[in-house]
Each structure stands twice: as structure tokens, then as C-alpha cells.
């Protein structure tokens, strides 16, 4: 989960549209509306936790029990789906927009993020954690 936590987080780098639109939402003649870099530096890694805690966990441990016997892409598929509910739920509980338009953008742009880093969390628990374990060379199978 740190991993795709942490990927997430980088994807960040990359700020949405919004976070570039409020550094020139306000006239540059009047301070007080001006919005300091570092609060939306704190909204981006605040929104990147909220998800990855609200979202990107539930949806990582359900969708890989969901897809345990299965391949990893249908893993993915299933992690994906359930991102997906999760992150409209949340987007309607906090933003409790009512119309579809305003809140597909950002639902577009938190799923995106959260696709590639979901997709290492799904790669990693198939290809890492899975693994059969070893016998030790030399030894015979006990019966």
C-alpha cells in the first residue's frame, strides 16, 4: 500500500487544472484573495491522502481478494471497478454536486492518478507476494 501511496503522490507532480487556475484566480492587485503556493501544495497532498486512504486502500484489498484465483488483469479490472464507485461516493459526499458534468472531471483525473498507481499495487501482489514458497536445496519433501 506504501508504494501505490507513494505513486500516488508523485503523480501529483503533474498539478490537475484546478491547482493551476488558482494561482491566477485572483487580481494581482488585491492580496487578500490571492491564494498562498503552499496551501494549494497542502490541498494537493491533502486530497492525495484522502483518496489513498478512502479509495485506493478499500478498493486495492477488496478488488485483489475479489481477483485472488484470477489473472492480474482481471485483478485490475476489479480494482478499477471498485475505485471507481468509491471515488464517486466520495466525490458526491464531499463536493455533493448534483449534476454528472461538474463532477466527471475530477472524478476522470483522481481515477487516472489512481490507475497507475493501483496498477503497481496489483502487479506487486501478483508477482511479489504471491510467490510460492521454496523448498531448500538438498532437502527431500517430507510425507
Known amino acids: 500500500m506504501h508504494l501505490s501511496g507513494a505513486l500516488l503522490l508523485l503523480t501529483f507532480l503533474v498539478p490537475p487544472a484546478w491547482a493551476l487556475d488558482a494561482y491566477g ?6 492580496p487578500s484573495a490571492d491564494v498562498p503556493p503552499f496551501m494549494i501544495l497542502l490541498a494537493l497532498v491533502s486530497i492525495g491522502v484522502i483518496f489513498h486512504v478512502t ?3 478499500p478498493s486495492g484489498l477488496l478488488g485483489t481478494w475479489l481477483g485472488r484465483n484470477r489473472t492480474a488483469a482481471v485483478s485490475y479490472v476489479l480494482v478499477l471497478a471498485v475505485a471507481g464507485v468509491l471515488t464517486s461516493v466520495l466525490l458526491w459526499a464531499v463536493v455533493e454536486v448534483g449534476r454528472v458534468a461538474h463532477v466527471f472531471p475530477l472524478w476522470a483525473d ?23 514458497a521454496r523448498r531448500p536445496e538438498g532437502r527431500a519433501a517430507v510425507s
Do not use: C, E, F, K
Open 25 to 30: 484566480a485572483a487580481p494581482a492587485n488585491d
Open 55 to 57: 479509495v485506493q486502500i
Open 110 to 132: 483522481l481515477m487516472a492518478r489512481g490507475s497507475v498507481a493501483m496498477a503497481s499495487y496489483v502487479w506487486l501482489s501478483h508477482h511479489v507476494l504471491t510467490r510460492p
